[in-house]
């Protein structure tokens, strides 16, 4: 059995799909109990209820398993201490393998949420607990989020420059990247691995590859940082995120952010989706 935290959550969903999909009996812990039923319908053999910030809940949930996949809820302010919390919990239940969904570079701490996830990651480097990381870039996933934009206005709108480089990774990969540790667990203990690809895309080069799969002119438009952080208020999202997105989106204008497809290559025995892949299957595919 192998428990997958921050289950009901975008990466936690796929990953539960593909673990199932490929055999493996799954524990999906959700915050919510109307979450159950789509966690059962992804696979997921048991679906406990419980709050990551509740040791007892976390206890109970690390219990009989084999392996752990922990997800962290996304730019969570206490993302050290769940870490630790579940860390403890699995090294005290002698679970046999722990691997860490964290970030691309979270040695940055320039952006909260990476460094926080530095900090998990050394406390399992020093825990006794057998351990896997995986670093993924940010994924291609999240372009859809201004699916309607993009498909209706014809634009695609981000909170940086248009020359800003990203290198995403398709969530898919990642999930099955993950389901191959699983499969030979003992070969990937001690390991930390960057989930990336070989792209390094502009936003307008993003816009581009949209235009031509959607066969409809897609412009790139640059959001002010005060126009994007009143309407993420104005949309209820916290203040702590809020503050962490705004400091990585600062980031990612100065820097950009990219990796290397390398090791997802290896990993997945193939290379990795492409974004242009990525976009012709959600559009036409679906
Ligand atoms: N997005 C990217 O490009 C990217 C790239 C690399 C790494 N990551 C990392 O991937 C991780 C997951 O991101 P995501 O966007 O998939 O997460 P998400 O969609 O925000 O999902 C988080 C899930 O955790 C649940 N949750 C929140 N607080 C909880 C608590 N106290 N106890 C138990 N469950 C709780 C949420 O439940 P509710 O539904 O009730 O809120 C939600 O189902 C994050 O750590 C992020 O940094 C993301």
């Given at each position: 059995m192998i428990l997958v935290t921050g289950a009901a959550g975008k990466t936690g969903k796929a990953i539960v799909r593909q673990l199932a999909a490929?055999?493996?009996?799954?524990?999906?812990?959700?915050?919510?109990?109307?979450?159950?039923?789509?966690?059962r319908q992804l696979g997921a053999t048991e679906t406990p209820v419980g709050d990551l910030e509740h040791a007892a809940d976390v206890s109970a949930a690390v219990h009989g398993v084999r392996a752990v996949y922990h997800i962290c809820p996304n730019m969570h302010p206490r993302e050290f201490s769940i870490g630790k919390t579940i860390i403890d919990a699995a090294a005290?239940?002698?679970?046999?393998?722990?691997?860490?969904?964290?970030?691309?570079?979270?040695?940055?701490?320039?952006?909260?949420?990476?460094?926080?996830?530095?900090?998990?990651?050394?406390?399992l480097f020093q825990s006794g607990v057998p351990f896997t990381i995986v670093q993924p870039a940010a994924y291609?996933?999240?372009?859809?989020?201004?699916?309607?934009?993009?498909?209706?206005?014809?634009?695609?709108?981000?909170?940086y420059s248009a020359g800003t480089r990203l290198g995403m990774v398709d969530l898919a990969d990642v999930a099955a990247a993950v389901a191959a540790i699983f499969s030979a667990p003992e070969s990937h203990v001690g390991g930390t691995y960057e989930l990336a690809t070989d792209e390094r895309l502009s936003q307008t080069e993003v816009a581009a590859v949209l235009s031509e799969s959607l066969g409809r002119t897609v412009r790139v438009e640059q959001q002010s940082l005060l126009a994007w952080e009143a309407?993420?208020?104005?949309?209820?999202?916290?203040?702590?995120?809020?503050?962490?997105?705004?400091?990585?989106?600062?980031?990612?204008d100065r820097f950009g952010f990219w990796g290397n497809g390398r090791v997802l290559t290896w990993l997945l025995g193939k290379p990795p989706t492409t974004?242009?892949?990525f976009v012709y299957n959600y559009f036409h595919m679906n």
């Open positions: 490929e055999g493996h009996a799954v524990r999906a812990m959700v915050r919510r109990a109307e979450q159950q039923a789509e966690l005290q239940a002698g679970v046999g393998h722990f691997v860490y969904h964290s970030v691309l570079h979270p040695q940055v701490a320039e952006m909260p949420h990476h460094w926080e996830k530095m900090r998990v990651e050394g406390y291609m996933q999240n372009v859809l989020a201004h699916r309607q934009r993009i498909s209706v206005d014809g634009v695609y709108p981000v909170p309407q993420a208020r104005a949309a209820g999202l916290g203040e702590y995120q809020i503050e962490t997105l705004l400091k990585m989106f600062r980031y990612y974004f242009t892949e």
